[in-house]
C-alpha cells in the first residue's frame, strides 16, 4: 500500500519562499500521477500542481501565476512544491496526493492516495 509522508510547511511573511516535501513509499509501479492540492478553512480542496514524471508532464492552477514549481526525485521517491512570492491567500494546509495513470491532473476526486499534510501560513 502506497503512503505518502509530506514536510516543509510553516509560517512566513507576504513575499517568502517554502519548499514542501512529500516522500512517497510502499509502491513499485511507474504510472503515477502526483499533485500538491491544498485546503484553506471553510473552503474545498484545490488542485495546486501535478506531475507525471514518465511523460514530463507537469500542470498548475491559475492561481500559481509561476510562483510555484513542481517536482519529483523519483530515485528518492520524493515529490516537491517549490512555493516563492508567497501571498496571505496561500494559507492552507498542503496535501500530497497520488494516482494510477495520466488525465485529470488536479482533481481532487481522481486521487485515492494521500498525505496527512502540512500546514502553510503566510502573514501580510
Known amino acids: 500500500q502506497m503512503q505518502l509522508v509530506e514536510s516543509g510547511g510553516g509560517s512566513v511573511q507576504a513575499g517568502g519562499s517554502l519548499r514542501l516535501s512529500c516522500v512517497a513509499s510502499g509502491y513499485t509501479y511507474s504510472d503515477v500521477s502526483m499533485a500538491w492540492f491544498r485546503q484553506a478553512p471553510g473552503k474545498g480542496r484545490e488542485g495546486v500542481a501535478s506531475i507525471h514524471a514518465g511523460i514530463n508532464r507537469t500542470h498548475y492552477a491559475d492561481f500559481v501565476e509561476d510562483r510555484f514549481t513542481i517536482s519529483q526525485d523519483v530515485a528518492k521517491n520524493t515529490l516537491y512544491l517549490q512555493m516563492n512570492s508567497l501571498k496571505p491567500a496561500d494559507t492552507a494546509m498542503y496535501y500530497c496526493?497520488?494516482?494510477?495513470?495520466?488525465?485529470?491532473?488536479?482533481?481532487?476526486?481522481?486521487?485515492?492516495?494521500w498525505g496527512e499534510g502540512t500546514q502553510v501560513t503566510v502573514s501580510s
Open positions: 496526493a497520488a494516482k494510477r495513470g495520466t488525465g485529470w491532473w488536479l482533481m481532487p476526486s481522481k486521487y485515492n492516495i
